[in-house]
């Protein structure tokens, strides 16, 4: 059974920082990893796809990465900024086709 | 270009009662998935419509149902609210039904009191 694992659940650090958000997944049988980005009480806006045969995307100041081997994706935050905080979920699309859900790392930026 | 849009945005509805949340499909998708989710959780898949059908189905209770119109829009419908019905509902639309990418609305959030 697909399981994804959000580590740390909370993150703060100063404006200005780069920063790594961690997933990781237990089979690595996947269709495609997505990131997400949820803002409190809103919906989920979507930040990059990295399909199954692609190492990583890029978009802005994001860059993520999948390693299907060693069960792993990365997301990468250059020059945080304030309006970057919020919680930040990645979901693994598993060979049902079901999109199993980590249940995300919030992310607060201090000024 | 619309993105995915639901209504309603907020409703409180009685235990026992009935509900239908709806859904527009971002312009060029014909896939509608639903979700809910909990506080402080991620979200948890309740159905996906493809073709006006059905294609796959989350471990939710036979209490929640839905449609998808010739148009693609869908709705969701839960019968015989319980307390832990309370939740954000998100409808998320893609072009291609199993590998694209998901575009999510802003959710519609029912309180069962």
């Known amino acids: 059974k697909q399981e994804v694992t959000q580590i740390p659940a909370a993150l703060s650090v100063p404006e200005g920082e780069n920063l790594v958000l961690n997933c990781s997944f237990t089979?690595?049988?996947?269709?495609?990893l997505q990131w997400f980005r949820q803002d409190p009480g809103k919906g989920l806006t979507s930040l990059l796809l990295?399909?199954?045969s692609q190492r990583e995307q890029t978009s802005g100041r994001l860059n993520a990465s999948l390693d299907k081997s060693s069960g792993r994706s990365t997301l990468y935050i250059a020059a945080s900024q304030p309006g970057d905080s919020a919680t930040y979920l990645c979901?693994?699309?598993?060979?049902?086709?079901?999109?199993?859900w980590g249940a995300g790392t919030k992310l607060i930026i201090k000024p | 270009d619309a993105g995915v849009t639901q209504s309603p945005t907020h409703l409180i509805k009685t235990r026992g009662q009935q509900v239908t949340l709806r859904c527009s499909p971002k312009?060029?998708?014909?896939?509608v998935s639903w979700y809910q989710q909990a506080l402080g959780q991620g979200p948890q898949f309740i159905f996906q419509?493809?073709?006006?059908?059905?294609?796959q189905r989350g471990n939710f209770p036979d209490r929640f149902s839905g449609h998808q119109f010739p148009n693609y829009s869908s709705e969701l419908n839960v019968n015989a609210l319980l307390l832990g019905d309370s939740a954000l509902y998100l409808c998320?639309?893609?072009?291609?039904?199993?590998?694209?990418?998901?575009?999510f609305g802003e959710g519609s959030r029912l309180t069962v009191l």
């Open positions: 998320a639309s893609s072009p291609i039904a199993h590998t694209g990418e998901l575009f």
């Open positions: 312009s060029g998708h014909d896939t």
């Open positions: 419509y493809y073709e006006e059908e059905e294609r």
């Open positions: 089979d690595s049988a996947i269709y495609n």
């Open positions: 990295i399909q199954s």
């Open positions: 979901a693994v699309k598993d060979s049902n086709y079901q999109l199993i």
